[in-house]
């Protein structure tokens, strides 16, 4: 084991992650990750604001594994193995604190990311992880059990084991490699973005936002029995209006389950929205119905999630006066007034994606793949970590826990596994 060489592709979150864990388990290993850019763990930088939003306070796997619209079954005996509390001691035990925010994401105290990015450097430089930037991966090949590794620098390597996690597998050299190698590349698609539409009843908002709705997905009648289509496609939660359309948690969670479906519909679909949450048309007539009874005028705020002028919006929208009272309010506009609050349909028109934040589905196939080391199924000493699995969670640090959990099992599994 003393002549153990590693390479890691990729120095990123899992990648950095990996590598430690390999370090700290064989110190006589040789490990090097190897970066194609210029920086590092640039996701960690730019996660939560500039705040990193290391994991989520949820403990369960079972639970954790519902947060993932790809990869969950995969998952769940990974978590057993390595959850968001391991995450949390991991930190702790090199002297950094983390915090539980009211919706359950969790950050450092600082809340700065560099607080977790100089924790890595530090870990690595203590345990002798090597690191080499701006070299990329030109070719991967085996050699009597061994693989040697072609970089773009013109120089090659020969190591006994190999993680690949260098995020999204987009067209490159390395895909190629692994497709040679035998490996399924699932085609990428955009997850975790926000809706563009341009509509009178939204415009002009910009910023305003109902805490607990809830959205849904209308498919395409021709798809509406198809198979492949996930059983659920409604999201609950905070949506946010944007100067492009409409964003915020349940947005973004939609996004990710449905990211497949709205790739098919070339972003353009139909959605519904309920700006009342679980409330229903009975509901909200009921409500109605005792208003009849004051002077109030229609315009006059009713439901507090619902912001003022975003209500006056909508009263607008469905043509009622301005100074109309409820004793006042036809049936049919009443129904119309009902129906933009529990069922209001949006036509959205394209997506707005955070380039730097940027989350895809897709990747290796994961039926390729042994989640109790994260090791190929097809290539001995082959390993894989972080987005270059076809896994993908839902906004809240449910992204980066995977690649903790995958990094860290991988990490073991290179020095622990014999050749």
């Known amino acids: ?45 730019i996660s939560g604001g500039g705040r990193c939003n290391v994991t989520h306070n ?87 059990g061994r693989f040697i590794i072609h970089l773009s620098n013109e120089t090659q390597n020969t190591v006994d084991k190999i993680l690949v996690a260098s995020g999204s597998l987009k067209a490159s050299l390395l895909t190629r490699s ?75 969670r939609l996004s990710a389950w449905q990211a497949r479906a709205f790739q098919d519909e070339n972003y353009h679909f139909e959605i519904k929205v309920n700006w009342l949450g679980d409330v229903s048309e009975e509901q909200v007539r009921e409500q109605f119905n005792r208003l009849r009874n004051g002077k109030t005028e229609v315009k006059t705020k009713v439901f507090e999630q619902i912001p003022r002028r975003f209500w006056e919006r909508l009263v607008e929208f469905v043509g009622i006066p301005d100074h109309l009272k409820w004793a006042q309010l036809t049936k049919d506009k009443e129904a119309s007034l009902i129906q933009e609050l529990t069922s209001g349909r949006y036509s959205v028109q394209g997506k707005t994606t955070n380039k730097d934040e940027f989350v895809t589905c897709g ?35 449910y992204n980066f826990q995977a690649a903790w959990t995958g990094g860290r099992l991988a990490g073991l599994a290179m020095v622990n596994e014999k050749k």
């Open 58 to 144: 949820c403990f369960d796997p079972n639970e954790l594994t519902t947060r993932y619209p790809r990869g969950g079954h995969e998952l769940l005996g990974a978590f057993h193995r390595w959850q968001p509390q391991d995450t949390i001691h991991w930190f702790a035990a090199r002297g950094v604190a983390i915090k539980t925010e009211p919706d359950g994401r969790m950050f450092p105290t600082t809340d700065d990311s560099q607080t977790i990015i100089d924790c890595f450097h530090q870990a690595a430089q203590a345990t002798g992880v090597q690191l080499r930037k701006e070299c990329g991966i030109k070719n991967i090949k085996q050699s009597q």
């Open 1 to 45: 084991m003393s002549s153990l060489k590693i390479a890691i592709i990729g120095g990123g979150a899992a990648g950095y992650f990996a590598a430690i864990t390999a370090a700290e388990a064989n110190p006589l290993a040789n490990v090097i990750i190897y970066e194609q850019g210029k920086r590092t763990l640039t996701k960690v930088k």
């Open 178 to 252: 692994l497709e040679a190698l035998g490996h399924t590349i699932t085609p990428l698609a955009p997850s975790l973005f926000a809706f563009n539409l341009s509509d009178k009843r939204t415009q002009g908002l910009s910023g305003l936002a109902v805490k607990k709705a809830t959205v849904s997905h209308l498919l395409p009648s021709q798809a509406a029995g198809s198979s492949g289509q996930p059983k659920s496609y409604t999201q609950a939660g905070p949506i946010l209006i944007t100067h492009r359309g409409l964003s915020g948690p349940a947005i973004l």
């Open 363 to 397: 990747g290796v196939s994961l039926n390729e793949i042994d989640f109790k080391t994260m090791e190929s199924r097809l290539v001995p000493g082959l390993h894989f970590a972080g987005e270059c699995l076809d896994i993908d969670g839902i906004t809240g640090g």
